[in-house]
């Protein structure tokens, strides 16, 4: 367990949830409803406080706890808590002591502050030092307050991470597609059916704020372009570089993941596959006429790329199972 004071955990650790009212907050409940060693003590939600649980969800009974403010739920002493909330309001907030914090939103994942202005369009008011970036396959978690990978940077990373000593940093292309539930659950005319349906459309061309995220970590920057899928969720990044001997340090890479997989040669991912669950799927293709590498990444927007991944973190910094209340087994249609 990552610097938590021990004497304060109980032998089930407590959980609270801020913004559980979201997508990301709704799915991060989903995961720890079924969580063997997490108690959730706390549901956090402005718009629902004082309702029931099942104000969100008819799914829901009693009991969990009913909805309190996220104000209330940061207070409630919980051993880890799952910040579902927007960058600027994440940014705001002031971590709890003794506390694992696991920051879905953006506030704490780029290391610089005076990037925020720049990339998410607001003055970072803290600091940034206390925090560590953990995609838990390649960077797991070096202290209690953890920055949850954005959805795409993951696939990109997961994609690209142990390969980036050994293709040339010019010219990698990130060519990425995600689902409308990327967008969260607010409403905006981009996320309306009218537009969504029948159509795809790239978005944020050039200035999207997962780019200096990926780049961060890569050490060099991408060309990254996202686009808007029709469908509720999923998401596939194809990457484009060039290197030799590619496969063999993937396969290396993720040998002993639970979570992510490589497909054997000629195998694609696949949305379906991946659509539910907290799993990652990767494939290597050869382009024979340029020499381009091809390596696509398929995950679920919401589970590796936002819930799934959260917990797979908390589970880390408390030295349990990393698996523990994860989507992975199953073979639905």
């Not at 994942?109 to 990037?115: E, I, K, P």
């Not at 369009?121 to 925090?131: A, N, T, V």
């Not at 940077?153 to 689902?179: F, N, R, Y």
């Amino acid at each position: 367990m990552i610097g938590v004071n021990l004497h304060n955990v109980q032998l089930m650790p407590t959980a609270a949830i801020l913004g559980t009212n979201g997508y990301a907050g709704q799915e991060t409940l989903d995961r720890l409803l079924a969580h063997p060693e997490l108690e959730l003590i706390a549901l956090g939600s402005d718009s629902l406080a004082g309702e029931p649980a099942s104000a969100l969800d008819v799914r829901l009974n009693g009991s969990l706890p009913p909805f309190v403010s996220n104000a209330e739920a940061l207070a409630a002493g919980a051993e880890v808590a799952f910040w579902c909330l927007g960058h600027e309001q994440a940014a705001a907030l002031e971590p709890s002591a003794d506390t694992v914090v696991v920051d879905l939103s953006g506030a704490h994942r780029l290391r610089d502050t005076a990037l925020y202005q720049e990339w998410y369009g607001f003055e970072h008011p803290g600091s940034l030092g206390g925090w560590c970036y953990a995609l838990p396959e390649l960077y797991p978690p070096t202290g209690p307050l953890i920055a949850n990978p954005g959805c795409y940077a993951t696939a990109a990373l997961l994609a690209l991470g142990p390969l980036a000593g050994a293709i040339e940093p010019e010219g990698v292309v990130v060519d990425a597609k995600s689902g409308v539930s990327g967008a969260g659950r607010e409403l905006k005319p981009s996320s309306h059916a009218g537009f969504v349906l029948d159509n795809l459309s790239p978005y944020r061309v050039g200035t999207h704020q997962h780019a200096p995220e990926i780049a961060q970590a890569l050490g060099f920057p991408v060309a990254f372009v996202p686009h808007l899928l029709p469908v509720r969720r999923g998401l596939l990044a194809t990457c484009y570089v060039r290197g030799q001997g590619l496969r063999e340090l993937l396969e290396e890479a993720y040998a002993g993941s639970a979570v992510v997989r490589v497909l054997p040669e000629g195998v694609a991912p696949e949305l379906a596959r991946v659509q539910g669950t907290d799993a990652a799927e990767l494939a290597l293709f050869d382009d024979r006429a340029t020499g381009t590498t091809v390596i696509v990444c398929a995950l679920d927007n919401l589970g590796k790329g936002a819930a799934g991944q959260a917990v797979q973190n908390a589970n880390l910094a408390f030295g349990l199972d990393a698996t523990a209340g994860l989507r992975l087994a199953g073979v639905p249609v």
